[in-house]
């Protein structure tokens, strides 16, 4: 490509497309948090792991490798480990590497960061079948053939099902139930509900990552969508809303606002929102319960001392 030649714009996503503009026309105006993770957006997600502000990851890590050894002695040997996300983390390491397991199958929608961490993982466990699966996992999917027989072992850390509305987690934590099948069991980690002093720097760190984080869901609109979205006048909000029991991202428009996106117009007054992201917190009671209605009984549960995340083994 010659200097002056612009890049291509990426081609964009027809359910991005449909969920930005079926969103900016709605109200309250809401997008979905799934759009946030363009490349921009997952690196960023990475650096938010690694904040000070942002417990989850290294207490669920910590947490993690306390468990394992328990995990073990509870799922046996031999199970095919079905992770739900692609195992970019350091989290699937620990658990792979604790519990003897027969294959591992990471799950994901994104074939680049699928095959990139899949990859990534057999140069670590060299004699275990690694089998990556391309899929929407909030629909039951078909595992391979080359497991069949071998029971299994879910796995869904990070608490990204508190990133859904509790009944569409119920239908979520049903469907891997169906794919998963007879016998199988299920470690997931759920953040729980703590102050509101803890929660909201969490979501609004000190050195603004979360802020651009949300923001780069602007930029992807202008990039992708031919959008014209000033992003500069809009200010990452997180607020708790208690009666939801969950963390809400908003962008804010600072004065009133015009844009199109796909060729279609748009207005914002001062000081409304667009709503782009939920992070339910649940109590230890409502964890478990939330598991129950989804189909799965808990058999083991951790939590570090100040019960501020928890990691649930579970079977169908
Ligand atoms: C991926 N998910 C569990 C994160 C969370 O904590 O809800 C996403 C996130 N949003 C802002 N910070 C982190």
Known sequence: MSEHQAAAPAAADPRFRADVLAGL???????????????????LFEEITRLPEYYPTRTETALLHRAVPEVARLCGPGRAVVEFGSGSSAKTPILLG??????????????DFLRDSAAELQQAFPTLPVLPLEADFLRPVTLPGAVDGQPKLGFFPGSTIGNMEPLAAVDLLRAMRGSLGEGAQLLIGIDRVKPETVLVPAYDDAQGVTAAFNC?????????????IPVAHFVHRAVWNDAA?????????????RFTVAGQSFEIGAGETIHT???????????????????????????DDQGWFALILAEA
């Open 25 to 43: 026309a709605m109200r309250p105006r809401a997008i979905p948090a799934r759009w946030f993770y363009d490349r921009r957006g997952s690196e």
């Open 98 to 111: 604790g519990i003897a397991p027969a294959a591992y199958v990471p799950i994901d929608i994104s074939g």
């Open 216 to 228: 780069n869901l602007l930029e992807r609109i202008n990039r992708e969508l031919e959008g014209t």
């Open 245 to 257: 029991s969950r963390i809400e991202m908003h962008l804010e428009a600072r004065r009133d606002l």
């Open 277 to 303: 992201e939920n992070s339910h917190k649940y109590g230890e009671r409502g964890a478990r319960v939330l598991l129950r209605a989804g189909g799965w009984t808990p058999i083991g549960e951790w939590s």
